[in-house]
């Protein structure tokens, strides 16, 4: 895989650790206590660490039903909006129902990497 950081999505971010940790990165620049460009290196660190571990270590699958609702694609990333949604891992453990999901996703190759 590749090692620059930059090669790697930064959807994982928008989540509740990595907005942790951007906060967390903030909150050290406020105070001056690290540069703003090692801010930058710690979230590209963060992007790659992520796309690797659920790449390398996830190995649950599941299933989902649902009606779509809306599609789109756009700069080589799916959306889709789904209603109604029932998940069932394959081993059959557990199902989790929603009113509405959002899926988004991307190649697995970034489309500025050659």
Request: aromatic share 8%; charged share 30%.
């Amino acid at each position: 895989m590749a090692t620059n950081s930059t090669n790697f999505y930064d959807l994982y971010r928008h989540g509740s650790l990595g907005v942790t940790l951007t906060d967390a990165l903030d909150d050290l620049i406020s105070a001056e206590r690290i540069d703003p460009q090692l801010a930058i290196k710690v979230l590209g660190q963060f992007d790659r660490i992520v796309a690797e571990s659920l790449q390398e270590k996830v190995k649950a699958r599941l299933t989902f039903k649902g009606s779509l609702d809306t599609y789109r694609f756009c700069d080589e990333v799916w959306t889709f909006l789904i209603k109604n949604v029932t998940f069932k891992m394959d081993n059959g453990a557990s199902t989790v129902v929603a009113d509405k999901v959002k899926i988004v996703s991307c190649s697995a190759k970034r489309t500025d990497e050659k």
